[in-house]
């Protein structure tokens, strides 16, 4: 071991000429020891392996730079169309409570069929979202530009939801009004009115008549006053040839001692369509119509649904 040791000693402190030959003067001869050369080496080797490092981590830097520059440039190009979008989004909120004014609805964004326990979660949502657009769009970092977008994405769930209920709302509401009776069945005067009256066939009493009596020509038109299904045409003690139309919504209504009559249980009418004629079928003391108006199992006065 101590002769390999030797050796290796010798071979490193053994010198070297390197001789200097310019093209121009004298040569230059030069010793040095081969220890010198190798310590000269790794120095250059050291150096010149820092020197690619450094210019490694360098570039690495300026293209991450330049990355972030490019990135922070697109989030702001997003960010400008996010504002745009929320401008569009803020006048959907302003046409939402006017298309809830058009059509009756309560004002504002409350859902009049929203489960219990929603409406607080939905106003504390909102109020979220409210603080959100609040900020500068090209101050959010990265965690807050997606919490950015997922709020708007929520606000645009719940604008569509309400839409959904105003258009849900119009056409229900809709349907109802055309349900509601309200034109009078026949052309002709008003012979009695509703309300407790002595008995027509002279007897010494009275009697609650639950409808109001239009006399007219024999075979006068008489129309169905809403929208609604036949649920009976046909004889009626007492009311004689009479049709019972179902409007739904809790109305319905009588026609009592027709003839001529033009309909069958089942079908269905329109405001307006003709569906007997006047007579005097039943116990009638003369031609005429009687017509009677129930809302929710109770009679009601017609005169309050015609003018």
Do not use: C
Not at 198 to 225: E, Q, W, Y
């Amino acid at each position: 071991m101590g002769k390999i040791i030797n050796l290796w000693a010798s071979w490193l402190t053994e010198r070297i000429d390197i001789l200097i030959m310019p093209r121009r003067g004298t040569s230059k001869k030069v010793k040095v020891r081969r220890l010198t050369l190798l310590i000269i080496g790794v120095v250059w080797l050291l150096i010149t392996g820092t020197g690619f490092y450094f210019f490694a981590r360098v570039y690495d830097y300026n293209l991450v730079k330049a990355d972030n520059r490019l990135m922070r440039l697109k989030m702001d190009l997003i960010a400008d169309e996010l504002e745009r979008g929320r401008k569009f989004l803020e006048m959907t909120r302003t046409t939402d409570v006017q298309m809830r004014k058009m059509v009756g609805m309560p004002a504002g964004d409350k859902f009049i069929n929203l489960p219990k326990g929603w409406e607080e979660a939905k106003a504390k949502a909102e109020a979220g979202y409210q603080e959100m657009l609040g900020k500068d769009l090209t101050e959010l970092d990265t965690e807050e530009f997606g919490q950015y977008i997922d709020d708007i994405e929520e606000s645009v769930k719940m604008r569509l939801a309400s839409y959904q209920e105003i258009a849900w709302y119009f056409a229900n509401r809709r349907e109802e009004q055309h349900s509601i009776p309200s034109i009078r069945p026949s052309g002709a005067r008003i012979s009695s009115g509703f309300g407790y009256r002595l008995d027509p066939f002279g007897h010494r009493t009275t009697k609650l008549h639950n409808g109001v009596d239009f006399a007219g020509k024999p075979d006068s038109p008489i129309v169905v006053t809403a929208d609604g299904v036949v649920r009976h045409a046909g004889w009626v003690p007492s009311f004689g040839q009479a049709i019972l139309v179902d409007h739904g919504f809790g109305y319905s209504t009588l026609y009592a001692h027709t003839t001529g009559i033009l309909v069958k249980a089942g079908d269905v009418v329109k405001r307006g369509e003709q569906i007997a004629t006047m007579g005097s079928s039943g116990r009638s003391t003369g031609t005429h119509l009687h017509y009677e108006v129930w809302k929710d199992g109770q009679a009601v006065n017609p005169k309050n649904y015609f003018k």
